[in-house]
């Protein structure tokens, strides 16, 4: 992250990607790629059917409620990503 920060002459490198794809009209959310709302518990299913090395385990609840955040572009979980 912080050598995204630096290239983005930034401090807080996840904003700054934000305020880059809002310049670019860029797609923020999984809804503005196509995805459907109704594919989000599907999506949790495969992600916890498909695990891989992870730091915080990987639950059902877990995924859906970041890939609901994501399909929303709710942004409030930017905050919680290590520098």
Do not use: K
Not at 11 to 21: G, H, N, Q, R
Not at 47 to 61: G, I, S
């Amino acid at each position: 992250m912080q050598l995204t920060a630096r290239a983005l002459s930034a401090t807080d490198a996840p904003e700054a990607l934000l305020v880059l794809a809002t310049q670019l009209s860029a797609p923020r959310c999984l809804r503005e790629i196509g995805m459907h709302a109704a594919d989000i518990d599907r999506a949790a299913d495969l992600a916890v059917e498909q695990q891989y090395p992870n730091p915080r385990p990987l639950t059902h609840d877990g995924v859906r409620a970041l890939l609901t955040a994501a399909f929303e572009g709710d942004t409030s979980y930017v905050a919680a990503v290590p520098g």
